[in-house]
């Protein structure tokens, strides 16, 4: 049985990463260079992390060589995600991105039963099914619509954050969780501006996307911190795949939102019956 806490936190989740996706999209839309707004997004993050220094007790419990490797592949996979990120968020409308997104929990099944010897049970196994025909159902009327380009990135993201999410069920729990959340924004932020300086990404763009996306990266920022220690809440509290799983029943959150307020309206009954599908997948992923 999931503990209510953890139902509740990890329900918290899903709305504060709804409005991620639906503001991301938003703003994504019109970037020319949204690798310039992934390094601003990340500046941003890091600053308004800092609070999160002070939440809780500083106590580093059984630190080792293993814990600091899995540390660094933790940071190395959310650079991963937030350098292409806002490429995946131009390319791919929200509703198919967050419908796409649903493959992450059963990444996160597998890879949860593998590294952390968490059980899987009959119905998260028949929930896969679920969840695979939920992304078919929502994509197959406008899946040729889509770019390689953006589902490359997708799946960049995708397998990044979900290898993360792992990463971070493994050694949490060695560390204060503020620390640990604030960490996870600032690491990963270097390996952007790694990117940058590898692609040689002009100066000029990041200005211009700094005046372009004006009050919406900060708020976009806000709302991704608020969010990922949301989710570290609810990973300190149930499983990783459990975790996961509750936190991304925005999938019905962000497809209405996509339709409503983005007007996304094309293949709409396919998006709003896909979407319904992957929400019971995750539901009995989650053991609801």
């Not at 770019?147 to 995708?158: H, K, Q």
């Amino acid at each position: 049985m999931v503990p209510i806490e953890g139902v509740i936190l990890g329900l918290v989740t899903a709305v504060l990463f709804s409005c991620f996706a639906l503001m991301g999209r938003s703003m994504s839309t019109g970037s020319e260079s949204p690798l310039s707004s992934s390094f601003i997004y990340g500046a941003y993050a890091s600053v308004f992390a800092v609070p999160l220094l002070w939440y809780g007790e500083w106590e580093f419990s059984d630190m080792s060589y293993v814990v600091i490797l899995i540390t660094v592949i933790a940071t190395f996979f959310y650079g991963m995600y937030d350098t292409f990120q806002f490429f995946a968020r131009k390319h791919i409308q929200a509703s198919q991105y967050t419908v796409m997104f649903q493959v992450l929990p059963i990444i996160v099944l597998v890879g949860s039963a593998l590294f952390l010897n968490e059980t899987v049970y009959v119905e998260k196994v028949g929930a896969m099914g679920l969840i695979i025909l939920g992304n078919i159902v929502a994509l197959s009327h406008n899946f040729r619509t889509i770019p390689r380009r953006g589902l490359a990135f997708m799946a960049i993201t995708v397998v990044s954050v979900a290898f993360a999410y792992v990463a971070d069920k493994a050694v949490l729990h060695h560390y204060p969780i503020g620390f640990y959340a604030f960490l996870m924004f600032v690491a990963p932020s270097a390996y952007v501006l790694g990117a940058m300086l590898v692609v040689r990404e002009p100066f000029r763009n990041v200005v211009t996307e700094f005046k372009r996306a004006s009050w919406k990266l900060p708020i976009i920022s806000i709302l991704g911190v608020v969010g990922y220690f949301s989710f570290l809440l609810t990973l300190s509290k149930v499983d990783a795949s459990i975790a996961v799983t509750l936190a991304y029943t925005s999938t019905v959150l962000t497809t209405i939102g996509g339709i409503v307020i983005l007007k996304e309206r094309d293949g709409l009954m396919r998006k709003i019956i896909g979407a319904f599908v992957v929400f019971t997948g995750v539901a009995l992923l989650a053991n609801l």
